[in-house]
């Protein structure tokens, strides 16, 4: 044990994967997925907040909530679902790409991810956009004429735009992440090639983003009449 | 705990981490963990100075019945500054950022923590959060209050609460990305033969504090977002004149907020441990309990919000189960202090500087905690609810307990950290006048708030019989600044005139001690390899030790 | 050393045919949430329920192939799992609002009086008000 551990110590010169702080790749990779879990376990939270919010406010007003929410386009969001669906299945795919380290497999399904970003946010923009030219982007311009009481309408589209808003940043950070991501294998950087644990952390990330819509698409989309 | 040597050969003298390069950049771009810990140091010194300053205005204040100098507006903003600054920027960050930081990767026997560049950025978004807190104070401050209750924070306070909401934001990160990074030092880089239960009590208390940080933090982050959100965009979600629900805030804030009371606890228990232990000569008493007091603490702490919103309008069934829930935290709560006290009985008790804060602490902490049972049963909170008993009753957890502990730590590790000793006379007295002076300033407190005295008022011309107990208690706090002040001259003045430190000046047990001090970058020149059992203290030695004070009390009284 | 138990479980690769079926399953459940939502099954907590069940279907599969947990470390399992747990604690804060209005002996509130108002902003609006709208009284 001694000798492996003395071995290890000097194993940080070189540049590897590894970093200086970690014995072998093993206990690296072992860190990184505890870390990547605590900081998802953190986000779960983040969301969380939101989630009650929105429960609360829907329990308290069923019948505006469902009305409310008929100014919202449950296909073109259903696209949308779809298109997450399939990107996080992509996301899957390039990790498994990046445990059998098969460059183009990865870069191939990193692309699909970042393609399906796109989509998604460039739904998202016509989604807003129209919310805007309908006055129903809540503030000084909130503008209302359907059967929701107008002021439990505009909480509605308050946590609307709060949560898929939310989302909607995550979707944004992960494009940058994949678009890094897709760089660096393009550039054969040896910190991702020869180490699936970047890809995988960064595929964790979208799932949970995918996890997070999974949730919001039958909670704002779908309502049921009361 | 020792570490064996994998080889004998004779060890160049390591280079200190302090010598590792001496530009801005080395300190400002460095991973290392315990230059950040310095950085930390020196960041929530300064906010500490802050937050005592707006401290020493509301006593001030408080001497007439009339105030002295500060208009209702500014009081406001004086008490909202203190709070925010000694909450967000100083209690939350000051033990695990500055001691947890310097001592978990020694401690555990690593290199550093698991992502060091992650630790890195905690610091520099915690300087961002404290320019945004310096830029509010500059613009006029805030008047909500730390607590930013809707609907004033969101629709009326005409003071800086977007900026300041956007400070405690950041800040809130800062401690998320410190929690993941022990959580993931703590599992998986612990030395070989360094099992969960061979772990200090201080690295068990930091993997209590990191999982509450990352349970609970974000939710004040959402929360103080959508409080920012409503106040720009007017959407209803916490004011009810828009539809909203305030109690619905209230909850949001007090599942982060009641918590965050352990994120500044925890750790201090954690160094309390370490310092009975250590200047006790015995291992601590039921190791294993104080371990899991610690998850007990983390965990039951999520489960008794309630117990500040018993007059808020909150149903009252929910209330009794709230005020039974939080009487169980004082069940791990008190197998603590049970234990550090039987860690006492029968050893040999060294008085040095440290032992004093951590003998102050428990008092402290045992008169915080004791007095917490009356406002955690419902019918005795509504009548000291939002008096001066509230606020004595968390200045002696938070401020008797957490900056005890934490000054404890500071002067025991200060030979680690910087290869000095300091003088232990003033250290002595510094630590006595700090006990004398918090007492002096809180006790008042809990009599006056009893009487009647509500918090965050500063006339109390009606009621000129309180006038006593605040010259006490401001009389208090001038004490309590003098002994807060003498360790900044003490330690500044031991980095260059004081005695060099050997690698273990308190002859205490763990990894940490088994390195230079200060320690080489790399924190250990050969990585060690976990043989022993936790806090082995000689046995015979401190026997030895034990008999031969007798023998000296023996001369000197005849 | 303590942090080589499991290792050989995170080098096992899943096969494509896995990830294939897992998006698969996602995909027909999408489709069953999007059909279910257009169905009244008579009360909408039926819809709810249903929807709900779907969605946490799909998260598990999300969460158990995708993110590849259950070939993972029992600590990332308990983390995994304690998130989402953590999470229902939450909900902790609705006993409040369902006891609030709660008589401690009846007739206590007397007759029409209540603790908690009935939202007067919702009801100063009687022509858009269906009845069924009070909170859990």
Not at chain 3, 17 to 32: D, E, N, R, S
Request: proline content about 5%; glycine content about 8%.
């Amino acid at each position: 044990m001694a000798a492996i551990a003395a071995e290890h110590a000097h194993s940080h010169d070189h540049h590897g994967p590894l970093h200086h702080q970690f014995e072998d790749l093993e206990q690296q990779n072992e860190a990184y997925l505890v870390g990547m879990w605590a900081f998802l376990v953190q986000e779960v939270m983040f969301f969380g907040a939101l989630f009650l919010a929105y429960t609360l406010m829907r329990w308290q007003h069923p019948m505006d909530w469902y009305f409310a929410h008929n100014e919202l386009d449950w296909k073109l969001a259903g696209v949308n679902t779809f298109n997450l669906l399939l990107s996080s299945f992509f996301a899957a795919m390039g990790v498994r790409s990046a445990q059998l380290k098969d460059r183009k497999g990865v870069l191939l399904w990193l692309a699909g991810v970042l393609f399906c970003c796109l989509v998604f946010l460039g739904i998202k923009y016509v989604e807003y956009s129209l919310k805007w030219e309908h006055h129903l982007v809540p503030g000084p311009s909130f503008f209302y004429q359907g059967e929701a009481n107008p002021g439990v309408a505009q909480m509605f589209f308050g946590l609307y735009f709060a949560m898929t808003g939310l989302h909607g940043i995550h979707v944004a950070v992960g494009l940058i992440v994949f678009g890094i991501l897709w760089l660096m294998w393009f550039f054969r950087k040896p910190i991702v090639t020869e180490d699936y644990m970047p890809t995988e952390m960064c595929g964790l990330y979208w799932h949970f983003v995918d996890l997070v819509w999974i949730f919001l698409y039958p909670l704002f989309y779908l309502i049921p009449h009361p | 705990m020792s570490a064996v040597p994998a080889t004998q050969a004779p060890a160049p003298k390591p280079k200190s981490y302090l010598d590792n390069g001496h530009t801005v950049a080395s300190w400002l771009l460095t991973g290392d963990h315990k230059r950040i810990a310095i950085l930390y140091l020196i960041s929530v010194s300064i906010f500490f100075l802050v937050g005592g300053i707006a401290a020493g205005m509301i006593r001030t204040e408080l001497l007439l019945p009339k105030g002295v100098f500060l208009e209702n507006d500014s009081y406001n903003k004086v008490f909202t500054l203190h709070g925010i600054v000694m909450i967000f920027f100083f209690l939350i960050p000051a033990i695990p950022a500055v001691l947890g930081n310097f001592l978990i990767p020694l401690m555990v026997g690593a290199r550093d923590l698991a992502f060091p560049r992650l630790n890195l950025l905690s610091w520099y978004v915690y300087m961002a959060a404290g320019t945004l807190g310096v830029i509010v104070i500059l613009l006029g401050g805030v008047d909500t209050g730390w607590t930013f209750y809707t609907p004033y924070s969101s629709l009326y306070s005409n003071s800086q609460v977007g900026l300041t909401i956007a400070a405690a934001f950041l800040a809130g990160f800062s401690s998320i990305f410190t929690g993941i990074n022990f959580i993931a030092t703590i599992h998986k880089m612990r030395a070989p033969g360094l099992t969960w239960f061979r772990l200090p009590l201080f690295v068990w208390a930091h993997y209590a504090t990191s999982v509450i940080i990352i349970l609970g933090t974000p939710v004040i982050a959402i929360t103080l977002l959508l409080v920012g959100v409503e106040r720009v965009f007017r959407i209803g979600i916490f004011s009810p004149e828009l539809g909203g629900d305030p109690i619905l805030f209230q909850h949001l804030f007090w599942f982060y907020s009641h918590p965050a009371v352990y994120i500044m606890i925890l750790p201090a228990m954690g160094v309390i441990s370490e310092l009975i232990s250590a200047f006790s000569r015995r291992p601590v008493f039921g190791y294993h309990f104080v371990a899991f007091s610690s998850l007990g603490i983390a965990g039951l702490g999520f489960l008794v919000w309630g117990h500040h919103m018993f007059v808020s309008g909150q149903s009252m069934y929910q209330g009794v189960v709230f005020s039974l829930i939080s009487f169980l935290v004082a069940i791990p709560s008190a197998i603590k202090v049970f234990n550090w006290t039987a860690t006492i009985y029968k050893g040999t008790v060294k008085l040095d500087t440290p032992m004093i804060y951590a003998l102050g602490f428990i008092g402290l902490f045992l008169i915080g905690g004791l007095t917490g049972l009356y406002l955690s049963s419902m019918a005795t909170d509504i009548h000291l609810h939002d008096t001066y008993f509230v606020v004595a009753h968390f200045h002696y957890v938070m401020v008797g307990g957490t900056i005890m502990g934490y000054l404890g730590g500071i002067h025991f590790w200060w030979p680690k950290m910087f290869g000095r000793m300091y003088p232990d006379n003033w250290g002595k007295l510094s630590a006595v006048i700090v006990f004398i002076g918090f007492n002096l300033t809180f006790m008042p407190q809990f009599v006056v708030g009893y009487l009647g005295m509500p918090r965050r008022y500063h006339y109390y011309y009606l009621q000129p019989e309180f006038q006593p107990y605040h010259i006490m208690s401001t009389l208090g706090s001038s004490v309590l600044g003098v002994g807060y002040f003498m360790p900044v001259l003490y330690l500044l003045w031991s980095l260059k005139y004081g005695k060099k430190a050997s690698a273990n000046p308190w002859g205490a047990s763990g990894l940490e001690w088994e390195t230079a001090s200060p320690p080489p970058t790399t924190n250990f020149l050969e990585m060690p390899i976990v043989t022993k059992e936790v806090y082995t203290y000689d046995a015979e030695k401190a026997e030895a030790e034990f008999e031969h004070r007798q023998e000296l009390i023996e001369e000197v009284t005849g | 050393m303590s942090h080589s138990n499991d290792h050989a479980a995170n080098h096992h690769v899943d096969s494509v045919g896995t990830y294939v079926a897992t998006f698969a399953a996602l995909t027909v459940l999408m489709i069953a949430t999007i059909a279910a939502a257009q169905v009244n099954f008579g009360h909408s907590i039926v819809n709810n329920i249903i929807a709900m069940t779907i969605a946490l279907l799909k998260a598990t599969l999300v969460i158990a192939i995708f993110m590849a947990v259950r070939r993972s470390s029992g600590l990332v399992k308990l983390y995994a799992i304690g998130g989402f747990v953590w999470f229902l604690l939450f909900f902790i804060a609705f006993c409040d609002y369902a006891t609030r209005s709660w008589e401690p002996v009846k007739g206590w509130y007397g007759e029409e009086s209540k603790v908690v108002p009935d939202y007067p902003h919702v009801t100063d609006h009687p022509g858009e008000r269906p009845e069924k709208h009070n909170s859990g009284h």
